[in-house]
T-cell receptor, first 115, second 116 residues
Framework: DTAVSQTPKYLVTQMGNDKSIKCEQNLGHDTMYWYKQDSKKFLKIMFSYNNKELIINETVPNRFSPKSPDKAHLNLHINSLELGDSAVYFC??????????????FGPGTRLTVT | AQSVTQLDSQVPVFEEAPVELRCNYSSSVSVYLFWYVQYPNQGLQLLLKYLSGSTLVKGINGFEAEFNKSQTSFHLRKPSVHISDTAEYFCAVSESRGTSYGKLTFGQGTILTVHP
């Protein structure tokens, strides 16, 4: 009964490769996010989707492309991986209901190591 | 634009002692405030949140925080800590309207280490 799940949990790959991280939530939420946590544990938002529509796109290299096939899934594809992409990537979701604000629920994270 | 500053990067404390983790924020509009906890190699878990109403909010595991609008602060407190509270704590803010609505901005994190 996992709420927000991510696969894989660990990903080790070489520079220049292309990889994807998948996120799924079974909470019925309609807004999903990707965050990057760097080696200093600093968390920064990358993208947000609401009902499959991109609503937040921070200053992220265009090698990163999010894709939301439906409102329960938000995947992150990374092209031409670089050493600096090594980080923990967190997916999150929250409901958006008129007149109320709800907190975000986070997945367990995917630790990406680029060698 | 919103920003969050956690004033202490590390806080060591002995078991059963009280603790306060400090958080200040900056925003041009009203905000929602959150504290999340991250245990080693795990995701983030919500400790507590301030959306509106009473400025003193209580969360899980005996933690509480007080929203102070005039000082733009949201400090986290616990009267008596346990070894199991050792973790990293993140303060976060989301603007209540505007283009940053729904977007969480995090502080740099505070590592709480509880010693026996």
């Amino acid at each position: 009964d996992t709420a927000v799940s991510q696969t894989p949990k660990y990903l080790v790959t070489q520079m220049g490769n292309d990889k994807s991280i998948k996120c799924e939530q079974n909470l019925g939420h309609d807004t999903m996010y990707w965050y990057k946590q760097d080696s200093k544990k600093f968390l920064k938002i990358m993208f947000s989707y609401n009902n499959k529509e991109l609503i937040i796109n921070e200053t992220v290299p265009n090698r990163f492309s999010p894709k939301s096939p439906d409102k329960a899934h938000l995947n992150l594809h990374i092209n031409s991986l670089e050493l600096g992409d090594s980080a923990v990537y967190f997916c999150a979701s929250r409901p958006t209901l008129a007149g109320a604000f709800y907190e975000q629920y986070f997945g367990p994270g995917t630790r990406l190591t680029v060698t | 634009a919103q920003s969050v500053t956690q004033l202490d990067s590390q806080v060591p404390v002995f078991e059963e002692a009280p603790v306060e983790l400090r958080c200040n924020y900056s925003s041009s509009v009203s905000v929602y405030l959150f504290w999340y906890v991250q245990y080693p190699n795990q995701g983030l878990q919500l400790l507590l949140k301030y959306l509106s109403g009473s400025t003193l909010v209580k969360g899980i595991n005996g933690f509480e925080a007080e929203f102070n609008k005039s000082q733009t602060s949201f400090h986290l407190r616990k009267p008596s800590v346990h070894i199991s509270d050792t973790a990293e704590y993140f303060c976060a803010v989301s603007e209540s309207r505007g283009t940053s609505y729904g977007k969480l901005t995090f502080g740099q994190g505070t590592i709480l280490t509880v010693h026996p």
